[in-house]
């Protein structure tokens, strides 16, 4: 049976980036961008991305949205597309973006590619959490999401090697987005909303080494058994654990529940407080030996500032920073090219402080020393 | 000059099947006799005499093939394969790939050696044991170091008889509890990190700094009262020699670990640098790459583990020992860690290291290093001119030794085209596939190259050409490449992902038929 490739334009990424806007989310940005002389970057991006696909073109089903939502980008590199739903042309919503994620996982397609930047991103993981491979082409100002390729074209020849069944392996990817109002005067206020089943970059793994564990998951559990063991050999002591998958880990090996965005904070292997903001920390971390556990949100490496401003430079002086424990798999290191750890918690002297040389849990028994920047 | 370049090479592409698909039944490769009468009632119900436990319930699973099938098989397979001594071998990077003298081989063929038996008794089997302490000898002399072992069965296993040694060092003193970490660095060959995870330590990892030396400032960040040992390879698999090298041991002194150097590469550096000079207290060498014995499939291999003196009451036993009359085995060492394998190593590694030492000399192994280290800057001369081809930390300020590791990574953003497809298509020139890197990649879409002094300029200019050749089509036509290999035997594999899944691999027929009932 053909194998089938689902494509999402979102129309308007992009667009403000050209013309200074920092982004491109909301009807009356883009209708400035408009105004501004600004061009469609998604679509020719699209394009770029679909003929990477080469022969395999002719081989599979393309299912996609009408007209500039993927449609018409279909056909310009030749295709003859299966087209769902409707939309208004030339007013395309967030909504839409949703809608057509929703229903192309409803058909049953292989993969989502979808174009755009982290708004685009968003709309795709409200609708399809982890529930289908998607892989997404760069066209957006923002791209603080790690579900991203790191072009059109690269996007394009991932998802031949997924539907050619050359790669099978998928990682947990951060979907992230940026307040665009306080970005543009001048403020990083960076949320992680969730995650994506994205391909494994091929970049750094190879294709075809067998006996590798399929995904992250025996990674993320020897990293979760490392912590685990402390927390056994400290059963008074606060584990205040940060958002994202890896940290997720230490509390499904718990059997405990826990949020994947949140903080949370656990006491002798137990769920003490879930989804706790600074306030909440301090009343709890006052007087208690504490150890913070935190990953690498996104790609850029950020471990602290990034989608969980929880963790403030009050909480951290609280814990004190010799106790904060950072836990990220090998390949999510490698993947930083050797770039340092970032830090922004608003406070210089405490970035300041958390700069220099720190050891990252990468597995049971396993770390790196490596190097974290302000 | 124009470099000669395999244009039209054409490997034999039989698709042969899985011997157990050429199986028929009732086909026999041999009709063994029925025994004589006399013989079968001299004999008795032999079946009957086994244990009942040990006796099949069912035939095994054997094929049935015709001796002439059997023959013509493996005769295909063969001609499918792109071994060593039929193409250039600069391919294999880390592997220290070159030529074994074909005289060696008949030395261990000679049956007044491969008749001896381990067990016999050491007054019949003192020529050995000679050659054994002869070697012992000349290893000392190369790394400096006071007491070596051959029994490790390869440089993995060197290794671990380090890690092994440092657990027996620490528990000696009282301290393992507390020494409980060993550091090793992200280009050292995993080993170095797996063998003392192995041995029961936790191990830290350093990344390089920006001139891709492993980072000093994180060394000494790493280091504690915990420090146990550093293991690590140098010149690294990037072929950069960490210059300070001796400030790193000094540091892990420092802090009381011992430190370990993998000299797993030690062909850039024979006859010109030592382990012992630069403060170590234990190395290695893969005595069947470094020392002109057959590395890979063609094996054995055998790893020497070497140590200072305060270390080496804990080196396995048996040891060979020479009392000024005879050569002897010698198992009385309390401390010992006891035995890494059988008996004392793989004996016909030795004698043909030996053979082969002797025939270079001691001027002979430093050209040896000589050789391979301007092979390599010759090559990496050419290579770094072609299109989409670069090579880690290029422009560094440090010479690379005798190897050097490249990325298409620009190619891949260029054209799509990856160095799995690269790797694909070199065989169409008859040359066989090269080393990438050890995983993950850190450097990405990774090429290893090592052109040991073996070489030829001919030989280094052929492969460049292919290189610059293949680079060449990659731009102009990336499909045809990402389709590749094209004339040569190997095929893409069809159904990667299924290689990641342990529910679908399968290593035996066996294992294949419960995975895949047909």
Not at chain 1, 203 to 232: F, L, W
Not at chain 2, 373 to 399: P, T
């Amino acid at each position: 049976m053909a194998k089938k490739l689902g494509l999402i334009v979102n129309p308007f990424a992009g667009m403000g980036g050209r013309v200074g806007l920092k982004g491109s989310d909301g009807k009356e940005t883009i209708r400035r961008a408009i105004e501004l002389g600004a061009k469609p970057e998604a679509p020719g991006r699209a394009v770029e991305a679909l003929k990477a696909l080469g022969d395999l073109l002719g081989q599979i089903e393309l299912v996609t949205y009408p007209h500039e939502m993927g449609e018409a980008e279909a056909r310009q590199a030749g295709l003859s597309p299966t087209v769902l739903g409707s939309i208004a042309q030339g007013e395309t919503t967030p909504e839409d973006t949703e809608r057509a994620a929703r229903e192309l996982l409803a058909y049953g397609v292989d993969l989502l590619l979808f174009v755009g930047g982290d708004g685009t991103a968003r709309n795709v993981c409200s609708a399809i959490g982890q529930n289908l491979p998607a892989l997404g082409v760069p066209a957006g100002v923002k791209i603080h999401s790690a579900v991203y390729a790191t072009t059109p074209r690269s996007a394009g020849d991932l998802a031949r090697l997924v539907l050619e069944e050359r790669v099978g392996r998928m990682q947990d990817a951060e979907v992230m987005d940026i307040d665009e109002e306080a970005f543009r005067q001048g403020r990083v206020s960076a949320t992680l909303y969730g995650y994506l089943r994205v391909p494994a970059d091929q970049t750094h793994v190879q294709n075809m080494k067998s006996g590798r564990a399929p995904g992250d998951e025996a990674a993320v559990g020897a990293i979760a058994e490392h912590i685990v063991e402390d927390m056994e050999e400290n059963p008074d002591r606060l584990y205040v654990l940060g958002p994202g998958t890896t940290t997720k880990a230490i509390k499904d090996r718990l059997a405990i529940p826990g949020t994947l965005l949140g903080v949370d904070v656990v006491r002798d292997q137990k769920l003490l407080a879930a989804d706790v903001g600074e306030q909440r920390l301090l009343e709890l971390l006052s007087g208690h030996p504490a150890t913070v556990v935190v990953t690498i949100i996104g790609g850029q490496g950020y471990i602290f500032g990034r989608g969980n401003q929880q963790l403030s430079p009050r909480v951290l002086a609280a814990v004190g920073l010799e106790n904060i424990v950072v836990v990220a798999t090998r390949d999510k290191l490698i993947g930083l090219r050797g770039a340092p750890l970032l830090v922004d918690t608003g406070d210089p002297e405490t970035d300041r402080r958390l700069g220099g040389y720190r050891r990252v849990v990468t597995g049971y028994h396993d770390t790196f020393v490596y190097r974290v920047e302000a | 000059m124009t470099a000669r370049v395999r244009k039209d090479y054409q490997q034999a592409r039989w698709n042969e099947p899985i011997v157990y698909e050429l199986s028929l039944p009732g086909a026999r490769g041999v009709l063994v006799p029925e025994p004589e009468p006399e013989v079968q009632a001299a004999a008795g119900d032999v079946l009957k005499a086994l244990p009942a436990g040990m006796a099949r319930k069912e035939l095994p699973n054997l094929p049935e093939v015709s001796q002439k099938h059997v023959l013509a098989h493996y005769l295909h397979l063969s001609q499918e394969t792109l071994g060593s001594n039929i193409t250039n071998d600069i391919s294999e990077g880390t592997c220290t790939m070159k030529y074994n003298p074909r005289i060696n081989e008949t030395l261990v063929q000679d049956p007044r050696f491969c008749e001896l038996h381990p067990d016999q008794d050491e007054d019949t089997v003192q020529g050995i044991l000679e050659i054994y302490h002869r070697f012992a000898k000349i290893i000392k002399e190369v790394s400096g170091m006071d007491d070596v072992t051959f029994q490790p069965g390869g440089g993995n296993h060197a290794v671990y008889t380090a890690a092994s040694t440092v657990r027996a060092y620490w528990m000696a003193k009282g301290q393992l509890a507390q020494r409980n970490e060993i550091i090793t660095t992200i280009f050292s060959h995993p080993c170095d990190a797996a063998a003392p995870a192995t041995a029961g330590f936790k191990v830290i990892t350093l990344y390089p700094d920006k001139q891709g030396v492993p980072d000093i400032e994180a060394l000494k960040a790493a280091v504690s009262e915990h420090t146990a040992a550093i293991f690590m390879t140098n010149p690294e698999d990037l072929g950069i020699f960490n210059p300070r090298v001796d400030e790193f041991v000094k540091i892990v002194h420092a802090a009381g670990g011992l430190c370990f150097y993998d000299q797993a590469n030690a062909n850039a550096f024979l006859g010109v640098a030592r382990a012992a000079e630069a403060g170590f207290d234990m190395c290695h060498f893969n005595v069947h790459k470094t020392f002109g014995t057959p590395h890979g499939g063609e094996g054995p291999a055998n790893g020497a583990f070497c140590c200072r003196k305060e270390l080496s009451q804990f080196l396995p036993v048996p040891r060979v020992e020479y009392d000024g009359k005879k050569y002897f085995l010698n198992s009385n060492y309390p401390n010992s860690i006891g035995k890494v394998r059988d008996f004392m190593g793989t004996a016909c590694v030795i004698l043909k290291a030996y053979a082969w030492t002797m025939m270079m000399g001691a001027d002979g192994l430093r050209e040896c290093a000589d050789i391979s280290v301007i092979n390599n800057n010759y090559m990496l001369a050419q290579l770094e001119h072609v299109k989409g081809l670069d090579y880690a930390f290029r422009g560094n300020g440090i010479k690379r030794q005798e190897q050097a590791r490249y990325t298409w990574e620009q190619l891949k953003k260029d054209t799509g085209v990856g160095t799995d497809d690269v790797n694909n298509r070199i065989a169409d020139y008859g040359i066989e596939h090269y080393w990438t890197s050890h995983h993950p990649w850190v450097i990405p879409e990774p090429m290893t190259l090592e052109p040991c002094e073996t070489y030829s300029i001919d030989d280094l200019d052929e492969y460049c050409a292919v290189i610059k050749r293949i680079s060449d089509e990659a731009y102009a036509d990336p499909d045809f490449i990402k389709a590749a290999p094209h004339v040569s035997a190997s095929h893409r594999r069809a159904n990667d992902a299924a290689l990641d899944d342990p529910a679908q691999w399968a290593v035996t027929w066996r294992a294949y038929l419960k995975k895949h009932p047909r």
